[in-house]
């Protein structure tokens, strides 16, 4: 059935590099190497969350669907979703990239550009872009969407921990505030945790730019809706 090709979680780290490390371009349809593998193993892990859903996914698309999803998915192409994020993104910085072995999508939201240091308050520069990628999410109703929060290393764990949460939430509430239904929407932070990058500060210390939100699209069926419901 289509809906175990969601059912990853089993997977090991290394299992899910070797899956998503290459990816298809929807535009030449060439497979190339994930820009998201090549930002750091960690981030990689992060990003697909080896294919778990935050929650469980059966009682999300059940209320996601209730929420008015599962209608018209007829027809749906996950690389023309993909296409159409990347030119509603194009220049932003914004990375787009299949996940989770080719059935889920990442947004990568970059590092720097997203928030300020310190911040869970979205630039203002950036709100534009996210802007497109709502439109997109409301355009494409028929998928759960898990929104990630990072830091950096800079300032204490917990507080940290507490930034990344706020960024993952203050994304979810945007998104929402532009259409996305509530019903389909999670958020969880990861702090310090997953380091995206490395680059050497002027005392030559490494830094990670962890600064990122991510969001992840995981699309479904109403054979997906069917499959929930029985098993409840």
């Known amino acids: 059935m289509k809906s175990s090709r969601f059912f990853l979680a089993g997977l090991s780290s290394i299992a899910l590099l070797g899956t998503s490390a290459c990816v298809t371009d929807p535009n030449t349809g060439e497979r190339k190497v994930s820009r998201t593998v090549l930002g750091g193993v960690g981030g990689a892990v992060a990003g697909g969350l080896l294919g778990g859903v935050i929650g469980g996914k059966t009682g999300r698309i059940i209320g996601a669907a209730a929420g008015g999803a599962a209608g ?105 505030s532009r259409g996305v239904s509530s019903s389909r929407i999670r958020w969880q932070g990861y702090g310090e945790q997953y380091e995206h990058l490395k680059v050497k500060t002027a005392d030559g210390v490494n830094e990670p730019l962890n600064r990122r939100v991510e969001i992840k699209i995981i699309p479904f069926d109403q054979d997906d809706v069917e499959a929930a419901q029985a098993s409840q």
């Open 72 to 176: 018209g998915y007829v027809g749906y192409r996950m690389d023309q979703q993909i296409k159409e994020l990347e030119e509603q993104t194009a220049g932003s910085g914004v990375d787009v990239t299949e996940t989770d072995g080719g059935n889920a999508i990442l947004v990568n939201l970059p590092d720097g550009v997203t928030f300020a240091t310190g911040s869970a308050t979205i630039n203002s520069a950036f709100r534009a872009t996210l802007d497109n990628v709502a439109s997109n999410l409301v355009q494409y109703p028929n998928s759960l969407i898990d929104v990630y929060g990072y830091t950096d290393t800079t300032g204490g764990t917990d507080l940290n921990q507490r930034l990344s949460e706020q960024r993952a939430q203050a994304v979810a509430n945007y998104l929402i």
